[in-house]
């Protein structure tokens, strides 16, 4: 099992960034692809990002693309998400998320192609 803590959410400007943060527990984070997800209220929950095991591979939703950025740090266990240019439209609790088929080809966008989740950290951008 692995357990998932996210930080970093918080009230921010129209236009401004925040770095969410994941933290997974398990010696077998190096081997998995991550996800971010979000859900605004009275919406479905909606993929943002994925990466791969090794980083070297991303995944972008078209809404976030070329303002969001993923990246891991598998030397700490952790998986971030630099959000930048923020919209209120980017409102919503943002889900890291874990897929635990070792070393995958895949990157999933569906939350069924993910196993364990984080309890999520509420972004909320002002106008």
């Known amino acids: 099992q692995v357990q998932l803590v996210e930080s970093g959410g918080g009230l921010v400007q129209a236009g401004g960034s925040l770095r969410l943060s994941c933290a997974a527990s398990?010696?077998?984070?190096?081997?998995?692809?991550m996800g971010w997800f979000r859900q605004a209220p009275g919406k479905e929950r909606e993929f943002v990002a994925a990466i791969s095991w090794s980083g070297g591979r991303t995944y972008y939703a078209d809404s976030v693309k070329g303002r969001f950025t993923i990246s891991r740090d598998n030397a700490k266990n952790t998986v971030y998400l630099q959000i930048n240019s923020l919209k209120p439209e980017d409102t919503a609790v943002y889900y890291c998320a874990v897929d635990t088929s070792p070393y995958s080809g895949s990157l999933g966008y569906r939350a069924h192609d993910y196993d364990y989740w984080g309890q999520g950290t509420q972004v909320t951008v002002s106008t």
């Open positions: 398990g010696r077998t984070f190096s081997s998995y692809n």
